[in-house]
């Protein structure tokens, strides 16, 4: 059984009681203030880490121990990875080669049981159309329980306000599949914070502010909270139908609250 296999079944037998998660992307640039926004996240004690991807600039070997260990390494080992585009270019050296180094041995796509959720990590990066591998895969493991209790994160976000990127229709696919079977969606790419109103039965929040570099955003009514001037990350608590989600800057500054309930299997 591989590192990675072995916290998964850690994870897993701990899958029903009350988990501090927390979730930032975009913050591997090896800044002072994404320091500090990790150096945040390790003080509360979380017990797991979503990295929501993008290590600079290319994501190798190097950048990895540039950019992304000296600040995010002290979370390795409850870190729960996902590819942004810009290492996915050099996985084999970089993101696969870092991660199996540290115990985790990630595949490209994954699911994992915390705080009575279902978590997946999906990969806006390798191919998720229609017919794919990952999509057929997704279509199983939404098939193999009832409920809604699911939380998918991804890199590249379905929906976005930011000048820069904007909505991702390739994407598609992965919000088709969910709808009915989970409730949260979380993605990085855009350097900013945001929460859009429920679609779908789904939330989407933003938690790409993690590092110096951040995008503005524009006017658009489907966003329920956004923030493109602040370094931060999200913070959720997760149990058993319900999480409660908070956007915290690196200065701990409240920023954004919400709640959101789920349906159990079975119920």
Known sequence: MTAFAISAALTVAQADEPAVVWAAGDGADGSRIARRLARRIERD??????????????????????????????????????????????????????????????????????GGWELLSLN?????????????????????????????????????????????PDVAPFWRALRGHARLVLNGHEHALMRYRRRAGLTE?????????????????????GRSDRTGALRIVLRPEHAELEFRAVDGELLDRSRAVCRAEGS
């Open 45 to 114: 004690d979380p017990d797991a880490f979503l990295y929501l991807g993008d290590v600079y600039p290319i994501g190798s070997w190097g950048d990895f121990q540039r950019n992304y260990d000296p600040i995010y390494g002290g979370l390795a080992d409850i870190t729960w990875p996902t590819p942004g585009n810009h290492e996915w270019g050099t996985r084999v050296q970089g993101y696969y080669a870092y991660w199996d180094q540290n115990g985790r041995a990630p595949r490209p796509w994954y699911r994992f049981s915390l």
């Open 124 to 168: 806006s990066e390798a191919p998720h159309g229609a017919g794919s591998r990952q999509l057929r895969w997704l279509g199983r493991v939404l098939d193999s329980g009832e409920g809604t209790c699911r939380l998918a994160f991804w890199h590249r976000p379905r929906f976005s306000a930011g000048t820069v990127h904007g909505d991702a």
């Open 205 to 225: 929040y933003v938690a790409g502010a993690g590092g110096r570099v951040r995008y503005s955003l524009r006017p658009d009514g489907r966003v329920a909270f």
